[in-house]
């Protein structure tokens, strides 16, 4: 997420931090360049221009406090703009009506049904009772994919074989009623913003039901194109914010930066992951931390507290103390490891992580995989004592697992290694997220 203009911003940053004192002359060169850095990043254009005047304004008229250096001070410039340019603070959903309607819309293949059952898993674990609606009667299967994702995340699911979209979204309402539904989720077919006739049935959809939230989806990787046609849909409807779908696979983000100043709905929801629980609040501060390089610890920590069990790092911890962290643990911090969503994703959100040092850790979310291969192929013997392991023993492993004796030699050195490190860390007060300095070592 953001990879490319995180890697532009963080060359701009390095040159900037070593400025004496603000002058016209480098303030001009450096806001060229971050401006540039936002066009490749496929920002909107006069959204590129107006935050680099803003931020030229600020850094001319701001007198520099004695204590802060010149550059720290220009990066603290580009970083409010950009907070600013994001939103400033997180937008919340509106529930209103019993039950609440919230209905999704875009165009086709932007990732609705998918996202629909993410914001129903969102809600749910907030303590709501969901129910979604399939309205989508165009799509071959579309109705069978969100049955399946009901079922994964236990939602129920509205349908009917009629062809009437209105109808159907009007009686799931009112089914969701009678089950005393907080929220009722329509997933709506896709449509292109100039087929008139699609686009006066989702009017007359938001028109019947009156939803509080009619919520924008659209695939963040297509840059422009997604800002242009929620443009094109709040032309249409009265939109009330904006969902990015496939973040995970963004590099550039300029959906993201361009997208409130341009329709003036505010993003939501980000979708981080293909997985059920892959759908973060927008947060307009966290995410410029992000851009700019600067990590994320919240998210960070947010995620650990979700995945980790404290119950379990309270028994690491002890191990750890104890020099008996055995393999077994180890593979059991890999599965909450995996838990916590992409490896490379994780890395950003540690402040001081920059793109030069993910490239050189060459992290690799396979890797996880070969590792818990090598450990389950392992005896119960092995896992806790992995001197054991001689070379017979490695021919053994190797074959079982599927992967070379060179990788088995590599991780046992690199536990032997981590098992030192965390013995560290497990002295450390209040000691429980999983020792990320290590992951991406196996390589």
Known sequence: MFGQITERFESIFRTVRGLGKITDKN????????????????????????????????????????????????????????????????????????PAVIMLVGLQGAGKTTTAGKLAARLKKQGKSISLVASDVYRPAAIDQLRVIGKQIDVPVYQESTSNPTAICKRGIENARSMNNDVVIIDSAGRFHVDDEMMNEIQAIAETVYPCEILFVADGMTGQDAVN??????????????????????????????????????????????????LDAFDPERIAGRI?????????????????????????????????????????????????????????????????????????????????????????????????????????IAQGSGRSVQEINTLL???????????????????????????????
């Open 292 to 396: 700019l390089g600067f990590g994320d610890v919240v998210s960070l920590v947010e995620k650990a507290q979700d995945a980790i069990d404290e119950n379990q790092a309270q028994d690491f911890k002890k191990k750890l103390l104890q020099n008996s962290f055995t393999l077994d643990d180890f593979r059991l911090q890999l599965q909450q490891l995996k838990r916590m969503g992409s490896i490379r994703q994780l890395m950003r959100m540690i402040p001081g992580m920059n793109q030069k040092a993910l490239q050189e850790l060459n992290l690799d979310d396979n890797q996880m995989a070969w590792c818990e291969a090598i450990i389950n192929s392992m005896t119960t013997e092995e896992r806790y004592q992995p001197l054991l392991i001689d070379g017979s023993r490695r021919q053994r």
């Open 27 to 98: 303030i001009n060169t450096t806001v060229r360049e971050v401006r540039r850095a936002l066009l490749e990043a496929d920002v909107n254009f006069t959204v590129a221009k107006t935050f680099v005047n803003r931020v030229k304004e600020k850094a001319q008229g701001t007198k520099v406090i004695q204590s802060v250096k010149p550059g720290e001070h220009f990066i603290k410039i580009v970083h409010n703009e950009l907070v600013n340019l994001l939103g400033q603070k997180t937008a919340e959903l509106t529930f209103n009506g019993s």
């Open 413 to 443: 050195k690199q536990f032997t290694t981590m098992k030192k490190m965390m013995k560290k860390m497990g002295k450390i007060k209040n000691f429980g997220l999983p020792e990320m300095s290590t992951i991406g070592r196996f390589n």
């Open 229 to 278: 046609s929620a443009l094109a849909f709040y032309d249409r409807l009265p939109l009330t914010g904006v969902i990015l779908t496939k973040m995970d696979g963004d590099a550039r983000g300029g959906a993201a930066l361009s997208i409130l100043e341009v329709i003036g709905k505010p993003i939501k929801f980000i979708g981080s992951s293909e997985k059920m629980d892959g």
